[in-house]
C-alpha cells in the first residue's frame, strides 16, 4: 500500500451552544479516519465557539472536509490545510498575566507594544470581572507570547507597565 501522508487541518467552528456540539465534531472526524488533536473551545453569548487541529491521512482528507462541511445546518466551519513541513522554531515562550481597571483600547494597545518588540501572541484569554472592594470591572488577561531571541523580559514588562500606571503585568518565562 505504501507510505501513507498526512494532512493537518485547522478548523475554526462557531455556533448557537447547544448540548452535543463537540460530539457531533468528534463523530464526523472518528468517523471519517481523522484524529483530533487538539482544541481551545468556550461558550460565549450564547454562541459556541472553537478551533481545533485534526490529523488525516491524504487520500481520507477529502471525504473528511465534505462530511465536516454538511454539519453547515449546526456550526459555521472554516477549515484550512496546514502545510505539514513548516516546522517553526519558537525562540522562547513566556506567560503574561495582567490585571488593571477595565477601559476601552486595552488589547490594542498591548497588542502594538507586543508588535513593536516583535512579540508574537500564541494564544490569549480575556475576561472582565468586578473588583473586589470597589464598584469598578476588573480586566484580565492572560497570553503565550512567544519572544525573540535577546528580547530582554524586563524589558518587556516595564514597556507593557507603562501602558496604564495601574496595569500589574506578570510574565513567567516557561
Given at each position: 500500500m505504501g507510505l501513507s501522508m498526512t494532512t493537518y487541518l485547522v478548523l475554526?467552528?462557531?455556533?448557537?451552544d447547544r448540548p452535543g456540539l463537540v460530539e457531533s465534531l468528534s463523530q464526523v472526524i472518528t468517523e471519517n479516519s481523522g484524529n483530533w488533536l487538539e482544541s481551545s473551545m468556550s461558550q460565549l453569548a450564547g454562541k459556541f465557539a472553537g478551533i481545533l487541529r485534526v490529523s488525516v491521512s491524504d487520500e481520507d482528507a477529502e471525504l473528511l472536509i465534505k462530511r465536516l462541511n454538511e454539519l453547515s445546518d449546526r456550526l459555521k466551519l472554516v477549515i484550512e490545510r496546514v502545510d505539514r513541513h513548516e516546522s517553526i522554531e519558537i525562540p522562547s515562550t513566556v506567560k503574561l498575566?495582567?490585571?488593571?481597571?477595565?477601559r476601552p483600547g486595552i488589547i490594542r494597545e498591548i497588542s502594538h507594544e507586543l508588535t513593536k518588540m516583535a512579540v508574537n501572541?500564541?494564544?490569549l484569554t480575556t475576561e472582565c470581572v468586578p473588583a473586589p472592594m470597589a464598584g469598578d470591572t476588573l480586566f484580565k488577561a492572560e497570553a503565550q507570547l512567544q519572544v525573540p531571541q535577546g528580547l530582554n523580559l524586563d524589558r518587556l514588562q516595564r514597556e507593557l507597565e507603562q501602558l496604564a500606571d495601574d496595569l500589574?503585568?506578570?510574565?513567567?518565562?516557561n
Amino acid at each position: 500500500m505504501g507510505l501513507s501522508m498526512t494532512t493537518y487541518l485547522v478548523l475554526t467552528a462557531i455556533g448557537d451552544d447547544r448540548p452535543g456540539l463537540v460530539e457531533s465534531l468528534s463523530q464526523v472526524i472518528t468517523e471519517n479516519s481523522g484524529n483530533w488533536l487538539e482544541s481551545s473551545m468556550s461558550q460565549l453569548a450564547g454562541k459556541f465557539a472553537g478551533i481545533l487541529r485534526v490529523s488525516v491521512s491524504d487520500e481520507d482528507a477529502e471525504l473528511l472536509i465534505k462530511r465536516l462541511n454538511e454539519l453547515s445546518d449546526r456550526l459555521k466551519l472554516v477549515i484550512e490545510r496546514v502545510d505539514r513541513h513548516e516546522s517553526i522554531e519558537i525562540p522562547s515562550t513566556v506567560k503574561l498575566n495582567l490585571v488593571g481597571n477595565d477601559r476601552p483600547g486595552i488589547i490594542r494597545e498591548i497588542s502594538h507594544e507586543l508588535t513593536k518588540m516583535a512579540v508574537n501572541v500564541a494564544k490569549l484569554t480575556t475576561e472582565c470581572v468586578p473588583a473586589p472592594m470597589a464598584g469598578d470591572t476588573l480586566f484580565k488577561a492572560e497570553a503565550q507570547l512567544q519572544v525573540p531571541q535577546g528580547l530582554n523580559l524586563d524589558r518587556l514588562q516595564r514597556e507593557l507597565e507603562q501602558l496604564a500606571d495601574d496595569l500589574i503585568v506578570e510574565i513567567q518565562l516557561n
